[in-house]
T-cell receptor, first 114, second 116 residues
Framework: AQSVTQLDSHVSVSEGTPVLLRCNYSSSYSPSLFWYVQHPNKGLQLLLKYTSAATLVKGINGFEAEFKKSETSFHLTKPSAHMSDAAEYFCVVSDPGSWGKLQFGAGTQVVVTP | NAGVTQTPKFQVLKTGQSMTLQCAQDMNHEYMSWYRQDPGMGLRLIHYSVGAGITDQGEVPNGYNVSRSTTEDFPLRLLSAAPSQTSVYFC???????????????FGPGTRLTVL
């Protein structure tokens, strides 16, 4: 069975400072992992995905995530936050052969202050 | 391509009423699914389909029905709405890869449903 834990429900950062969103997963297999972003009253947009290739994954808008199997983690980072990064972020896991059934974390709300 | 479209965007129902949330995709994706989003719980899978004529239950299927008669459409039916079904509903689609690995899912804009 697959599961995801996002370790912070809220993160507040100042504009221009680094962002770190933490995610731990549980899976019996080598899963696919995703980060999605949801801006207020919008749908979900894929930031990046890991599917067993390079462990450091680069996504859109300067975000990247590192897959660490030994720590079962997939933390999302960005070197310098922008006001437009204020949104909710979801870490998502999917086991191979599960036909894309996604298991979502509870989400991390990011607030960016000037 | 319009991608994944959902109608309506907003809906208010009274307890016991029925309705259908529409979802369509024009990407020829085999896989379609419905999620509901509730505060602090992320998105939870309601039903999914791996192709026309094939559907299965997800994590929270009670109170919802689906069918898939075409590749493009995947409607979600609420037979007798309850206040616990107040939520935001998202439809998503995806496609199979040759490696069998799971691809990203493409999400619609959502339907905000309130049941009084």
């Amino acid at each position: 069975a697959q599961s995801v834990t996002q370790l912070d429900s809220h993160v507040s950062v100042s504009e221009g400072t680094p962002v770190l969103l933490r995610c731990n997963y549980s899976s019996s297999y080598s899963p696919s992992l995703f980060w999605y972003v949801q801006h207020p009253n919008k749908g979900l947009q894929l930031l990046l995905k890991y599917t067993s290739a390079a462990t450091l994954v680069k996504g859109i808008n300067g975000f990247e995530a590192e897959f660490k199997k030994s720590e079962t983690s997939f933390h999302l980072t960005k070197p310098s936050a922008h006001m437009s990064d204020a949104a909710e972020y979801f870490c998502v896991v999917s086991d191979p052969g599960s036909w894309g059934k996604l298991q979502f974390g509870a989400g991390t709300q990011v607030v960016v202050t000037p | 391509n319009a991608g994944v479209t959902q109608t309506p965007k907003f809906q208010v129902l009274k307890t016991g009423q029925s309705m259908t949330l529409q979802c369509a995709q024009d990407m020829n994706h085999e896989y379609m699914s419905w999620y509901r989003q509730d505060p602090g719980m992320g998105l939870r899978l309601i039903h999914y389909s791996v192709g026309a004529g094939i559907t299965d239950q997800g994590e929270v299927p009670n109170g919802y029905n689906v069918s898939r008669s075409t590749t493009e459409d995947f409607p979600l039916r609420l037979l007798s709405a309850a206040p616990s079904q107040t939520s935001v509903y998202f439809c998503a689609s995806s496609y199979r890869t040759g490696t069998g690995l799971n691809n990203e899912q493409f999400f619609g804009p959502g339907t905000r449903l309130t049941v009084l």
